[in-house]
């Protein structure tokens, strides 16, 4: 069978929240967040890696709307992270309930990549941003 990772991937991530949450009525939201920031974090970190190789720089945005820096970095982060997720996350798997489709032929998916890709990534992006700290200086 011809599976798809990034459908593997959500797949067990509904499922398994639908599992554990039956009553739950804002599942939606709740796991679009959630995955769209880690998707978002995956990419930064890939960015990040080819930026210390010199293989690529793509340009952040800079803002300065806000009062300190944190609220900014966020922004900044959201926009140029996470807005081709929201995007891509939203057609592909919501619009018109298209995850009833995923399901159904991801089924028989073993229940272990959601934990895995939502727990190594967060963990391969912190150690990532300190080696990045400590070989750049």
Excluded: C
Excluded at 20 to 25: L, Q, R
Excluded at 58 to 75: A, N, S, Y
Excluded at 130 to 136: A, Q
């Amino acid at each position: 069978m011809n599976w798809n990772p990034f459908y593997l991937v959500w797949s067990d991530a509904i499922r398994r929240v639908r599992k554990s949450n039956p009553g739950m009525k804002d599942w939606k939201w709740k796991i679009f967040l959630y995955m769209t920031t880690i998707q978002a974090l995956n990419f930064w970190l890939v960015l990040l890696w080819l930026k210390y190789f010199e293989i690529i720089n793509v340009e952040t945005l800079r803002l300065d709307i806000l009062p300190g820096g944190i609220l900014d970095g966020f922004i900044s982060f959201a926009v140029v992270f996470a807005s081709p997720f929201v995007i891509l996350n939203f057609f592909t798997i919501f619009h018109k309930n298209r995850y009833e489709k995923i399901l159904e032929k991801y089924n028989k998916a073993s229940l272990w990549y959601s934990p895995f890709y939502m727990f190594s990534i967060p963990i391969l992006a912190f150690i990532s941003a300190i080696l990045y700290g400590i070989l750049t200086r």
